[in-house]
């Protein structure tokens, strides 16, 4: 049997604007996360006696260096994430309209990982 199909008004699959507003919001994102993780480098910077005001390491140097460490690797593979699923947008067919669209939601999720990351930093 063959499963009738929906009107056009009343698929949801996310539209090419809806994908380009997306897209830059992503970016935006991205580049605040820039801005994050060199936040975290000042207070690595900080942690391990690197600054010029403290020349000694504290305790915290190896904690923070780490965080330091995997908010920038966060912050080098959101592209490669955010182009995956975006990619997934094509791939998965139109019937499938919640998955598309949730895929389309979680694009900018992606680069907030760094920004998350730069805040568990700076709380520990």
Same mark, same amino acid.
């Given at each position: ?9 009343? @698929?949801? &699959?996310?539209? /090419? *604007?809806?994908?380009?507003? #997306?897209?830059? %919001? $992503? ?35 190896? @904690?923070? &260096?780490?965080? /330091? *460490?995997?908010?920038?690797? #966060?912050?080098? %593979? $959101? ?46």
């Amino acid at each position: 049997m063959i499963a009738p199909s929906l009107p056009a008004s009343r @698929t949801t &699959s996310p539209s /090419g *604007t809806a994908v380009a507003l #997306t897209s830059v %919001l $992503a970016v935006v994102i991205w580049l605040a996360g820039f801005i994050a993780w060199m936040a975290v480098s000042i207070l690595g910077d900080k942690a391990c006696g690197l600054d010029a005001l403290t020349s000694y390491p504290t305790e915290d140097c190896d @904690t923070v &260096s780490t965080w /330091g *460490t995997v908010t920038l690797s #966060t912050w080098l %593979l $959101a592209p490669i994430g955010c182009a995956v699923l975006l990619a997934l947008l094509s791939a998965v067919p139109e019937r499938y309209a919640g998955a598309r669209q949730a895929a389309l939601y979680a694009v900018p999720l992606v680069p907030m990982l760094v920004i998350l990351e730069a805040m568990l930093a700076y709380a520990l």
